[in-house]
């Protein structure tokens, strides 16, 4: 993890300003950090020191089962929180949250901000939708399971988790995601790597259709 500095961090806040979000002034004490791929933004179990607001990049969050199972749970993309729950919360049980691509976020020390985020009315409206769209969103994740067959739900999943052009999660995660079996998606896996969407490489699959998976994926949100 990369934390900007002078310069640097100066044309990054100009470029990138999320002052519209407050009432109070953020830049002062506002940090930037840069993650890389596979690394650890929030570990499981231990709460942040920041709440984030994500410029670029995306990550996934995990949750660890008391039978020590590990699910995926959802993803985190372009303009989201992180740590919203542990700033709303005194006892929270945090989850991980990893980066599946290059991430720059804005990090907001709780030590200096807590008392004013939670006092600032413009910043709890803009949280407020945030939190509506993203329960909103949960909720449709449950409902496309029984309304959409696998072929559209993996299409979008595929792409959400895909890097550079290369699809390589772990069957059993996905199994756990989408509600399904393991022999149900190894078989729509095949059919795409038949009709040209993906080709298999190893324990790998490489995009190559995008506009295909696209057009799959799209009738999850166009409905």
Same mark, same amino acid.
């Given at each position: ?7 640097k961090k100066r044309r990054f806040l100009q470029e990138n300003s999320i ?25 499981e179990g231990m709460r942040p020191d920041y709440l984030f607001y994500v ?62 985020? #939670? ?11 945030? #939190? ?56 729509? #896996? ?34």
């Amino acid at each position: 993890m990369e934390i900007y500095k002078g310069e640097k961090k100066r044309r990054f806040l100009q470029e990138n300003s999320i002052a519209h979000l407050f009432s109070f002034p953020v830049e002062e004490l506002i940090e930037v950090h840069e993650y890389e791929r596979d690394e650890w933004i929030i570990r499981e179990g231990m709460r942040p020191d920041y709440l984030f607001y994500v410029i670029e990049g995306k990550a996934k969050i995990y949750v660890t089962h008391q039978n020590g199972k590990v699910s995926l749970i959802n993803f985190i993309n372009t303009d989201d929180y992180m740590g919203e729950m542990e700033l709303l919360n005194e006892v929270y049980s945090t989850k991980g949250i990893r980066a599946s691509t290059r991430m720059i976020c804005f990090a907001l020390p709780f030590s200096q901000y807590r008392e004013k985020l #939670l006092e600032d009315a413009k910043f709890l409206r803009e949280l407020t939708k945030f #939190l509506s769209v993203k329960a909103t969103l949960m909720g449709e994740k449950y409902s496309q399971s029984l309304a959409y067959p696998l072929e559209n739900r993996l299409a979008d999943f595929i792409l959400q988790t895909a890097y550079e052009g290369v699809y390589k999660e772990k069957h059993i995660i996905v199994c756990d995601y989408l509600g399904v079996t393991y022999r149900h998606l190894l078989h729509v #896996l095949a059919q795409f790597c038949e009709k040209g969407y993906l080709q298999k490489e190893g324990r790998y699959y490489l995009i190559k259709q995008y506009q295909s998976l696209y057009e799959l994926a799209g009738m999850l949100k166009n409905r």
